[in-house]
């Protein structure tokens, strides 16, 4: 497949700190999630890939667009939401939406319909004719996500989209960004510290440190790789007897957090074992899942990587 | 039956041409503009003098008239001559107000895109630092004309129908004057409010800083001259320069004005016009830097 | 007994006629605490109520038996970390730190230790030295968090202090949380981050629109909702079947397959019954499970059953 991102040897310099080291990768998923500490080089790789730093050495492709020779074309595919507030204060939302719609380059007529839509569409149909000063937080987060796709982008790129919301609106977020990538026709990057919400929306994760490429995985294949990996969480009178019971069948354990156990389980043996366990002891199994790396354990791998590279 | 449901949908269609884009700033510009009753009065008012202008004109050419106020044959010629003075005062005025207006509009152009960073948003589509400063400075540019070389190009073209080709060919210079001294002080005037707007968050701060610019510096400009008994300190009074530069426009080489109401060179002080030419385009090149440094899409913190 | 708890007796506090918090009765007792609520809902007037920064319109609040009319030893024991940032400009981040501990009356020595030991435990030694002015969000952050840990508190009160932090500095800051917390001293954090909230949490208060909704542990919070059937997600190949066998029993309420036909939500009043009647049909039937859950045991379903969708985006 076509990536969408392609970073081909990208290298930004600040006076004489190099920020990015010369990122070699190629982003092909639906939604790409982008990770790392803080001064890893995170806003620095989307302000160039948006132009708004030059490239000492190396270049990217967004597209197939080349970001040094064809920068405007690059913009004009994209939208950008940022993490800081970026609003104009007197400005009705519609208003706002609309102006930034011309200038990406829509007639008049169809730069308001789409304004209009896109607040529909994020939720903020009530409040489309209040200036945007007046609007709480969360309206303002909705309301940078309109402006970034009512001009219609083939890629969105999200940095930091439910900072400062409360639970029920990054829940709405997520739930959006989740209905953007699954309709297949709006590629998305995601910049966040939430290792959660990267988890939920993303089908690929670059994670960073230091300015290199710490770790590119594909979260839908560890997900569906090996199923030996167990979670569980057990109620019942003797638990004690539960894990021994399991031990002797050959699996490996560990406790696991909040009190839950992580089980290997050898071939041959399948979860209905366990089940006869439990079934034999009266213990409730409450909780089951395969697990095999989670984000967080893949972050943690990568940042102990002592130069950050893979 | 079908139910239609509201959802993202992609854009095919086509999109406006690149180069016009900046025209896009103005546009809006000018409606936000509709809802100032202050501005707007201000704005229509600054057709007064043009007006009367134009009603001199009228009244010298047609007899009638000048019976009515008891003149007669030659002296009417005399009463108000219509000549480079006539222009330059004209232009003069008109400039001034232009400042007035300069001064509201100005600093409320920059400075609400960069209090909550939508710059960034600005930059972040197919738009360029260069065309937002463009389409800022068509704001006023747009405005500017309307007051200044616009009436004083139809004066000259009343005139000019009422005297005939001949006297058009003869005055040319009084044309081409005008419209290239306006526009030298708007492009400066456009240049100073821009950079005063993107580094002067308080809007009244910004607009008394634009007759700051001017008054404090013919004052301070004055001092010097005082003090050091030279005509250097001119050099800080953009009315000086302006005159000079506008002289040279109007007249060539045989002055017989020396500049217009408040862009007045003093008989004996003039700068060089070579100096004047440096000094305004140095002026210029200072906004231009202090725009380049606050218009980015991204901060560079070192 | 008094001297190890945080307790509020019908505290209300008003701003003029708008409501801050309506009669509010807490006991808050060791550990890591969390407040969970929209914005506006009155966890910020909490907080600084507990921190004596404002009086109660009504009722009485004591910090392990201090009042906040008594703030020269209230702040002795109180740390906070402020939502907003809030440093006298021009200050580097050892100094703010260390003219705060000053403030407290430690001979200069002393504040220095202590400033040291702070910015050590935030990883911040070495960005010390530079104005706070030009930190980045995160590291703003960090020495926000430096000042309210160190003169050493027993009560440490943190209005998101998670916000800007990248994973593994959130992963360090909670194991100090943790760590205060299991010493005894009393952490009460403020959080959007629900899933970290389970995590982390040994209470839960709950609040919305100025009032306490709920408040204990986070499983006994869910318990005392009665209203409402403990849900359960399993994911099996034959969820009909399972769904068969199960609406046998009086306990089951609802269930429903899920659109890929391969899971079973179930809603049920007699949890445990389920669970060993699960084992059995396992076991007779060969049903190959690949996943159980309970659904709403954590702080995101209490928070949506007890407070709902109201405080998002409109």
Known sequence: MDPVIELDGLEVRFGKRVILKKLKAALTGRSVGLLGPNGAGKSTLINTLLGFHKPSAGTARILGRDIRTHAREVRSLIGYMPENDAYISSMTGVHMVRLMAELAGLPPEHALERAHEAFFYVGLGEVRYRAIGTYSLGMKQAAKLAQAIAHGPKLLFLDEPTNGLDPPARARMI??????????????????????????????????????????????????????????????????????????????????????????????????????????????????????DSLEDIFLKAMENPDGRL | MAVYKKTYRPYE???????????????????????????????????????????????????????????????ARGLISINVTFFMN????????????????????????????????????????????????????????????????????????????????????????????????????????????AWVKWKPAAGGLMFGVFFVGSAFGAVINAVQRTTWGNIFNIGHLVGVVWVQLFEGSNRTTNGAVFFRATAGEELPLWTCWMALAALSLICLYMLARKIRGAEVVR | MTETLISFANVSRFYGEVLGINNVNLTIPPGITSLVGPNGSGKTTLMNLMTGLIRPTQGEIKVLGIAPEHPEQLCKVVGYCAQFDSCPKGLTGYQFIYWFLRMHGLTAAECDRKTNAALERVSMT?????????????????????????????????????????????????????EWGQNGRHVIVSSHILHEVDQISDQVILLSQGYVVAEGEIKGVRDEVKEQPMQILVRCNDPGGLAARLFQQDHMVEAKISRDRKGLLLRTTDADSFYLLLNKVILETGLEVESIAPADDDVNSVYQYLIGGEGGTV
């Not at chain 1, 230091?210 to 030996?228: I, K, P, Q, T, Y």
């Not at chain 2, 009065?41 to 007064?48: E, G, K, P, T, V």
């Not at chain 3, 070495?126 to 980045?136: F, L, T």
């Open chain 3, 126 to 178: 070495a960005a010390a030295g530079r104005p706070v002015g030009a930190y980045s969000k995160g590291m703003r952050q960090r020495v926000k968090l430096a000042q309210a840990i160190a003169h050493d508190p027993q009560v440490l009160v943190l209005d998101e202090p998670l916000n800007g932090l990248d994973p593994m500095a959130r992963a360090e800051t909670i194991a100090l949380f943790r």
């Open chain 2, 13 to 75: 269609g086509k999109l406006t041409p690149g180069w016009s884009r900046f025209l896009v700033i103005p546009r809006y510009a000018f409606t936000e503009f509709h809802g100032k009753r202050f501005l707007s009065l201000f704005f229509f008012a600054s057709f007064i003098y043009p007006l009367i202008c134009a009603l001199i004109i009228y009244v010298q050419h047609n007899a009638s008239a000048l019976n009515l106020l008891g003149v007669q044959g030659q002296g």
């Open chain 2, 90 to 197: 004209l232009l003069g005025w008109q400039s001034v107000l232009a400042l007035f207006l300069a001064s509201f509009v100005g600093p409320g152009q920059v400075s609400p895109d960069l209090a909550n960073n939508a710059l960034t948003l600005y930059l972040a589509r197919p738009f360029s630092r260069v065309e937002y400063v463009l389409g800022k400075m068509s704001v006023l540019a747009i405005l500017m004309s309307l007051m200044t070389w616009i009436p004083g190009l139809l004066c000259f073209a009343l005139q000019g129908y009422l005297e005939g080709w001949q006297w058009m060919k003869d005055n040319a210079r009084l044309a081409s004057g005008m419209f290239f001294g306006a526009w030298l002080w708007i492009l400066m005037l456009a240049l100073l409010a821009l950079a005063l707007s």
């Open chain 1, 175 to 292: 739930q959006l960004i989740q209905e953007i990538r699954d309709r297949g026709d709006l590629h998305l990057l995601l910049s966040s510290h939430l290792l959660h919400d990267v988890e939920e929306c993303c089908d690929q994760v670059l994670i960073l440190k230091d300015g290199n490429v710490a770790a590119f995985c594909n979260l839908e294949e560890e997900r569906r790789a090996n199923r030996r990996f167990l979670e569980l969480e057990t109620r019942g009178e003797n638990n004690g007897d539960f894990l021994a019971a399991v031990e002797k069948l050959g699996c490996e354990t560990a406790p696991g957090a909040q009190g839950r156990l992580k089980l290997i389980m050898p071939d041959g043996v399948e979860v209905r074992r366990l089940y006869e366990i439990a079934a034999g002891q009266n213990v409730q199994i409450r909780r089951l899942n395969h697990k095999r």
